[in-house]
């Protein structure tokens, strides 16, 4: 019996013996009057255990069998459930193995047998978080996290993602390498889907942002005296499609970004681990079907305004044009121009004013084609066929003239020797033979 149980019990003696009435005993147990004459009936009945609840010390109903506890520890011992917390635990054995218990029970159970080591509880500086953006589409989070995903079981992959700042709703893909082009494809994705943004946050990785080189001890006068640096493939792509780009100078500054993957390199890996996916195309499927769904639907939050910031895609935004790696290649005399290595030459029927000697903006689509345009026009191309080269060995030059047999040391005779003493002697001199007449002249006249 508490203390609480004690005070009322001096309270319903009290009433039973007429020291106060019924409504002064509810007023001071703050119940009412009703139940107050239901606990003297009880008490006069049962005695001071009247203000016992009912069920104090019965098993509840609910209260797991020793079968399932016994069937969900075993499942937890397995290598491959190492290192999975009480709340992810409570979630895969509901999923896979229909299986339902609560986390905090769950966490007892692991406690007790040894599977799991309850963390102490340490009082953090406080620390004031950047307050959320108001509507959604006002600022997504972009970066790239390099991590053993597979845990060893198949390729190294790159997980990208874009997370909303002010919904946490979240879009990534698995790539194999972290590359402009794989951005570009996931940036497609994005917009396609929602729209264009306000504004991107990101690191100032150099496919962001063009780093100057400048030796470090005048990078900060270089960098107040240098003219604007060329943006990135990316950087003009955003520019195009007049979207912000923001770049973080920490790690901490997009912090909303690097959380999730904390979380993605914990769940996501373990997720995968149970799933047994050690392929690049089952990593994307799992991500897309499995983990994705599941985050938006429980991690996201409600925004400050039901307004959305995501603008359409317009007519004057091409997608396909702008999201490609563009460079500029001046034109020849001939209409034609090289690009890595190749000559294009510009169809008849794309000639116009100005184009010879001018510069046309080549584009390298992300599907692989090849797109030029001059201006506001798009021309059409084709590639040239360069002559080949004749192999080494085979463009030889036609064999000289046999030379003269040698006359033996032995035939050589002292009037063989005279006979080209005189062959080098030196003849006339310069002045002399310039003033030779060689004026051609009849022999007669007719």
Known sequence: MTQRDRDRLVVLKKAQKKLITQKQAASELQLTERHVRRLLKRLAAEGDKAV??????????RKLSEQVRQKALT???????????????????AKDHDIRIGREALRQMMVAAGLWRPKKQHIKDTHVWRARRCCRGELVQWDTSEHDWLEGRGEKLYLISMIDDATSELLGQFVRSDSTEENMRLLCKYLNSNGRPVAFYTDKAGMFQTAPKTHRKHNQLSMEMREPLPPTQIGRALQELQIV????????????????????????????????VSTFEAANQYLEQEFLPWWNAHLTVVPASAADAHRALGPEHGLASALSHVEQRRVAQDYTFSYYGKK?????????????GGTVRIERRLDG????????KWLQTVECVLPTHVASGQNKKPSAAPAKPKVPTAERTKAWRESGHDLFRGG???????????????DHFD
């Open 52 to 61: 016992l609840h009912a069920l104090r010390g019965r098993v509840s109903n």
């Open 75 to 93: 499942i937890i011992a397995l290598p491959e459930w190492k290192g999975l917390g009480p709340t992810l635990a409570s979630y895969h054995l």
């Open 245 to 276: 780009w923001i770049g973080a100078h920490s790690p901490q500054a997009k912090g909303r970004v690097e959380r999730q993957f904390g979380t993605a390199q914990d769940r996501l890996v373990k997720g995968m681990r149970l799933a047994g």
């Open 344 to 356: 294009h030459l510009i169809a008849p029927q794309s000639i116009q004013p100005g184009l010879r």
């Open 369 to 376: 084609s090849l797109a030029v345009r001059f201006k506001d």
């Open 428 to 442: 006339l001199s310069v002045s002399a033979a310039a003033k030779i007449n060689r004026t051609r002249t009849r």
